[in-house]
């Protein structure tokens, strides 16, 4: 996949597997490769890069 498309998509399952695939569905061999020419590739302009935290909280600070 070319992932820096941006219709390129990613997830993690809680088993760890992961799935990569094309949002449009355009890539033949879906999900594993897009087209070197696919006339719908647009470069990635920003990544978020995610981090995911907790949903633990710590201690309450003191007064």
Known sequence: MRTDCKH??????NTG???????LGLAPDA?????ADC?????RSMDVGWTHGTL???AAPAA
């Open 8 to 13: 390129f998509e990613s997830r993690t399952y």
């Open 17 to 23: 597997d992961t799935v990569r695939s094309c949002k």
């Open 31 to 35: 999900p594993w490769r897009c087209p």
């Open 39 to 43: 006339p719908k590739f647009e470069r």
């Open 56 to 58: 633990v909280t710590g």
